[in-house]
Nanobody
Framework: QVQLVESGGGLVQAGGSLRLSCAAS????????MGWYRQAPGKQREFVAS???????RYSDSVKGRFTISRDNAKKTVYLQMNSLKPEDTAVYYC???????WGQGTQVTVSS
């Protein structure tokens, strides 16, 4: 059974930082592309970042240069380091594997101005 458990969300002031974690089980983690998406109130879920098994990364234009995705295959965990946060980054952040095959329950990130 595949499980993705996100953590690390919270309330932060604009300009601050947060690090999200997503612990995976039930998959061969080292072989899978992992990703982060987010969904703000009243908006569709959108792509944030992804990282392949080989470590190649991709970011949305809105977070490029501010967010960094990384992975620890030994811990079966993917991270999203978020710096210079803006109020428009406020959303529920979801971890996914294999381009959307499985999703975590999400973690709330709120950035105050």
């Amino acid at each position: 059974q595949v499980q993705l458990v996100e953590s690390g969300g919270g309330l932060v002031q604009a300009g601050g930082s947060l690090r999200l974690s997503c612990a995976a089980s039930g998959i061969i983690f080292s072989l899978d592309t992992m990703g982060w998406y987010r969904q703000a109130p009243g908006k569709q879920r959108e792509f944030v970042a992804s990282i392949t098994s080989g470590g190649s990364t991709r970011y949305s234009d809105s977070v490029k240069g501010r967010f960094t995705i990384s992975r620890d295959n030994a811990k079966k965990t993917v991270y999203l380091q978020m710096n210079s946060l803006k109020p428009e980054d406020t959303a529920v952040y979801y971890c996914t594997v294999g381009g959307g095959s499985y999703w975590g329950q999400g973690t709330q990130v709120t950035v105050s101005s």
